[in-house]
């Protein structure tokens, strides 16, 4: 119990340091936010940093333990909640646009879809990626609506193209999306 304490406080630390180092390295972010991930006995499996440049880029950065390896898929779905341990209260994938789901979709994405996330063999996994799907600003694709948002993962790989959630599976972590 102390080593995944531990682990879960480096966890945090890496966090806090993604998001500083993302904010240096903009320069000009304007805004940002976090959800820290829990699966669904409400134990703390990771942590995400967003954060948007004067660009309107949104930079994802998403860091987990204590999580079955391989590959997950891993979205922002269109309510603020997370009860466990289905997480069926996040609703559906974020789509204010309408679109299908899928990045390889020639008819999507959706606004919340992400690339998958890859887990180690030591239960420990690592997204950095960007998103102009979204924003943190006010706007149609904000992230702070008045149903407010949350990100999942789910227990296997998004296919990138079918409806509506890329064949990825049950939902194994969510967080919800706060300002910071």
Same mark, same amino acid.
């Given at each position: 119990?102390?080593?995944?304490?531990?682990?879960?406080?480096?966890?945090?630390?890496?966090?806090?340091?993604?998001?500083?180092?993302?904010?240096?390295? &903009?320069?000009?972010?304007?805004?940002?936010?976090?959800?820290?991930?829990?699966?669904?006995?409400?134990?703390?499996?990771?942590?995400?940093?967003?954060? &948007?440049?004067?660009?309107?880029?949104?930079?994802?950065?998403?860091?987990?333990?204590?999580?079955?390896?391989?590959?997950?898929?891993?979205?922002?779905?269109?309510?603020?909640?997370?009860?466990?341990?289905?997480?069926?209260?996040? +609703?559906?994938?974020?789509?204010?646009?309408?679109?299908?789901?899928?990045?390889?979709?020639?008819? +999507?994405?959706?606004?919340?879809?992400?690339?998958?996330?890859?887990? +180690?063999?030591?239960?420990?996994?690592?997204?950095?990626?960007?998103?102009?799907?979204?924003?943190?600003?006010?706007?149609?694709?904000?992230?702070?609506?008045?149903?407010?948002?949350?990100?999942?993962?789910?227990?296997?790989?998004?296919? &990138?193209?079918?409806?509506?959630?890329?064949?990825?599976?049950?939902?194994?972590?969510? +967080?919800?999306?706060?300002?910071?």
């Amino acid at each position: 119990m102390k080593l995944i304490k531990a682990g879960l406080v480096l966890l945090m630390v890496i966090a806090i340091f993604m998001m500083a180092t993302t904010v240096s390295a &903009q320069g000009s972010a304007t805004y940002s936010a976090v959800a820290f991930l829990k699966d669904a006995k409400n134990n703390t499996v990771g942590v995400a940093s967003f954060t &948007q440049d004067a660009h309107d880029l949104v930079y994802v950065n998403v860091v987990v333990s204590v999580m079955k390896p391989g590959l997950h898929g891993i979205h922002i779905h269109e309510k603020g909640t997370c009860i466990g341990p289905s997480f069926t209260s996040a +609703g559906e994938h974020d789509n204010p646009l309408g679109k299908e789901h899928g990045l390889k979709n020639t008819k +999507g994405p959706h606004a919340g879809d992400l690339p998958n996330l890859e887990v +180690g063999t030591d239960g420990k996994g690592y997204l950095s990626t960007t998103t102009k799907l979204v924003t943190l600003s006010p706007g149609p694709t904000t992230l702070f609506g008045s149903n407010g948002t949350a990100l999942v993962i789910h227990a296997g790989p998004d296919d &990138q193209m079918s409806n509506p959630a890329g064949n990825s599976g049950a939902r194994v972590a969510c +967080g919800v999306i706060e300002k910071r």
